[in-house]
């Protein structure tokens, strides 16, 4: 009787199937050189070529605010030229910059947090002086496209109401606002009644809310009052609607919003209130010398994807 001998190999010898290699997946991004933005430096006028490597360090920042790094620097390269512009019309903000360079950086990233523009035309947000340093102030629109561009509303108003006005209220099951305003009358500060806003949330829900002329002035009285000028003295009605919008944002539900981007936004509103109050008390000193610094200034928190 035969017997049937298997060879069998040791067990640590047996051939074991190979794991595939795995790789982790880094969310890394490629270095990209921008160079539009680097042709826009290169081109600053003479006042700027001091400070010509403020307007370079804010590249990462618009490069989180924007995907696509060539959009970044496109977006970048225009808002380096807006930036000039500004600065060549107004040579105390050259003074600033030069003074205090880490504020014109700072500037720069917050326009690209809030994915506003400094172009003339559109008039989304201005550079500002204060305490001897640079400021982004966004408009009343500016704020207005923040809330649209993040995706926290799909419409959202401020209006003026004046004397002799058709404006009704209604709360209950059929809520909401009626105003007739008039074109043609008189639409001065010294007959403004008050403001409200009005919004439409993502999901189509309506909200709105009012704020007397007394209101307003309230918030407006929260710093010193200006004696030369301010913005408050030459577009009170637009720093009104800008009112309306900041209590609109603190009222509009955040859900669904992730956690750094409300952050952020909430950095934005607060700033940007900030910012105003403190060109106010700027103002009101009749000799404010360009080396006084702004010990308490604010800086956003960038947006992480």
């Avoid at 994915?115 to 003339?120: A, D, E, F």
Wanted: net charge negative; proline share 6%; glycine share 4%.
């Amino acid at each position: 009787m035969s017997t049937e001998q298997t060879n069998q190999l040791p067990l640590e010898q047996t051939e074991q199937p190979k794991a595939e290699a795995q790789t982790t997946a880094v969310a890394k991004k490629e270095k990209y050189t921008p160079e539009l933005c680097a042709s826009a430096i290169s081109k600053l006028p003479a006042q700027l070529q001091g400070i010509k490597n403020c307007f370079a360090q804010p590249f990462d920042s618009f490069r989180n605010a924007f995907k696509d790094p060539k959009e970044a620097d496109r977006v970048m390269a225009k808002e380096i030229e807006f930036a000039a512009q500004a600065m060549l019309a107004n040579n105390y903000l050259i003074k600033c910059a030069t003074a205090n360079p880490i504020s014109l950086v700072n500037a720069l990233k917050n326009v690209a947090l809030t994915r506003s523009t400094l172009n003339p035309v559109l008039k989304q947000g201005y550079l500002v002086p204060f305490g001897g340093a640079i400021t982004f102030m966004p408009s009343y629109m500016g704020l207005v496209d923040v809330l649209l561009n993040n995706g926290l509303v799909k419409k959202i108003e401020a209006h003026p109401v004046f004397e002799g006005e058709k404006f009704e209220i209604k709360h209950g099951t059929s809520e909401g606002i009626f105003h007739e305003p008039n074109p043609w009358g008189k639409r001065e500060k010294e007959n403004l009644k008050g403001c409200y806003f009005y919004v439409v949330m993502t999901d189509g829900t309506e909200m709105f809310d009012t704020m007397s002329v007394e209101e307003i002035e309230k918030i407006r009285k929260r710093a010193p009052s200006a004696k030369s000028s301010s913005p408050w003295d030459t577009d009170y009605v637009e720093m009104a609607k800008k009112t309306l919008i900041r209590r609109a944002f603190k009222m509009i539900p955040k859900a669904g919003i992730s956690e750094d981007k409300v952050k952020a936004l909430e950095a934005v509103f607060d700033y940007d209130e900030k910012v105003e109050q403190n060109w106010i008390a700027e103002q009101k000193q009749p000799s404010a010398s360009s080396s006084r610094f702004d010990e308490d200034e604010v800086e956003y928190e960038e947006i992480k994807e």
